[in-house]
């Protein structure tokens, strides 16, 4: 079982930035994976940034040059650097971990920007 607790959410007016963090726990051997999610309101969920255990990364198109990801392995902690926030990043983040062919989730975190 692995269990995400995200933080660093907030309110930022537009063209701030906001520093995501998330941090793995539970008995697992490693993580395959680690991401972000976003859910705006009335929206589908969607892929911000994704990182492998190699550190290969992938954004959203919407996202990208504004955004980027990293994740310690040694802590298995994950975090989302956003630049350059515009009002539509305005939605909950959710922190994933792939494990064992499996997907988890954390709460989620709100990120708020203002215009």
């Known amino acids: 079982q692995v269990q995400l607790v995200e933080s660093g959410g907030g309110l930022v007016q537009a063209g701030g930035s906001l520093r995501l963090s998330c941090a793995a726990s539970?008995?697992?051997?490693?993580?395959?994976?680690m991401g972000w999610y976003r859910q705006a309101p009335g929206k589908q969920r969607e892929l911000v940034a994704r990182i492998t255990s190699g550190e290969r990364t992938n954004y959203a198109d919407s996202v990208k040059d504004r955004f980027t990801i990293s994740r310690d392995n040694a802590k298995n902690t994950v975090s989302l650097q956003m630049n350059s926030l515009k009002p539509e990043d305005t939605a909950v983040y959710y922190c994933?971990?792939?494990?064992?062919?499996?997907?988890?989730w954390g709460q989620g975190t709100q990120v708020t920007v203002s215009s």
């Open positions: 539970g008995r697992f051997p490693s993580i395959s994976a």
């Open positions: 994933t971990a792939y494990v064992l062919w499996r997907d988890y």
